[in-house]
């Protein structure tokens, strides 16, 4: 079982940054950030796999960066450039599995979420 607790959330005008955090008992798998808005599927934002490689969304690359403290099991989403429609609830999610996709159903542990919320 890994325990993951996201943090970092908060609302900001469109154009700023945020850093979101999530803190992991264990990191040592393929780590994904996920967003969900109201009324609309999870879907995939950035990942990391156990080499360090990352994959991002189409929708946020050159915006967003995942990067990993694998001494302190933290996964970092380093926000910037934010538009309203990436207003949220972000997860922290992470995927035992030796394929590592940015596909929610491949992650097995999630944590409680931490709403961003951009403002026009």
């Known amino acids: 079982q890994v325990q993951l607790v996201e943090s970092g959330g908060g609302s900001v005008q469109a154009g700023g940054s945020l850093r979101l955090s999530c803190a992991a008992s264990y990191s040592r798998y393929c780590m994904g950030w996920f967003r969900q808005a109201p009324g609309k599927e999870r879907e995939g934002v950035a990942l990391?796999?156990?080499?360090?490689?990352?994959s991002y969304a189409d929708s946020v690359k050159d915006r967003f960066t995942i990067s990993q403290d694998r001494a302190k099991n933290t996964l970092y989403l380093q926000m910037n450039s934010l538009k309203p429609e990436d207003t949220a609830m972000y997860y922290c999610a992470a995927n035992p599995r030796a394929s590592c996709r940015l596909q929610f159903q491949d992650f097995n542990y999630w944590g409680q979420g931490t709403q961003v919320t951009v403002s026009s």
């Open positions: 990391i796999d156990r080499s360090g490689r990352t």
